[in-house]
């Protein structure tokens, strides 16, 4: 993950199929101690805007409501928010929708789509986004 203008969140993030399902991986700095940031899979698997615009809106395949991965409705690019440790950084261990895949080729591979870690927490409520703000970092998702 790079960081967008201005920022210096970055790091790497890999995902991978645990028990049929996708999990994803990884570690992330430059944030602010002790913060909670949204973490999403994003339509456009492209960084080039400044402020990550480009990446689009959230990945959405299954066109639902935004929410918690825990529970439903959420979009298939919801995942859990990450929280950073006192030194900025945060270790990412955590599951995916049910309803995306790696590699398949249909419209819920998330290969080639966008991946963003947010200014805010995502509060899983409000619609389309979770009110999870600016975005930090973009990166693309590639196939393993």
């Known amino acids: 993950m790079a960081p967008t203008q201005g920022n210096e969140t970055k790091g790497s993030v890999s995902f991978?199929?645990?028990d049929g399902r996708v999990h994803v991986t990884g570690q992330v700095s430059g944030l602010k101690p002790g913060s909670e940031h949204g973490f999403?899979?994003?339509?456009?698997?492209d960084c080039s805007a400044p402020d990550g615009a480009s990446a689009g809106g959230h990945f959405n395949p299954g066109?639902?409501?935004h929410g918690s991965?825990?529970?439903?409705?959420?979009h298939g690019g919801d995942m859990p928010n990450i929280t950073a440790n006192a030194e900025g950084v945060a270790?990412?261990?955590?599951?995916?929708?049910?309803?995306?895949?790696?590699?398949?080729?249909?419209d819920f591979d998330i290969i080639g789509r966008g991946l963003i870690v947010?200014?805010?927490a995502?509060?899983?409520?409000t619609q389309p986004t979770g009110n999870a703000g600016a975005r930090l970092a973009c990166a693309v998702i590639k196939a393993p």
Do not use: C, R, W
Request: aromatic letters at 2%.
């Open 16 to 18: 991978k199929l645990v």
């Open 122 to 125: 995502d509060d899983y409520k």
């Open 69 to 74: 991965v825990a529970s439903d409705p959420h």
């Open 91 to 106: 270790t990412i261990d955590a599951p995916v929708s049910t309803n995306v895949n790696i590699g398949k080729g249909d």
């Open 63 to 65: 066109t639902q409501d």
């Open 118 to 120: 947010h200014a805010d």
């Open 40 to 45: 999403h899979i994003h339509e456009k698997g």
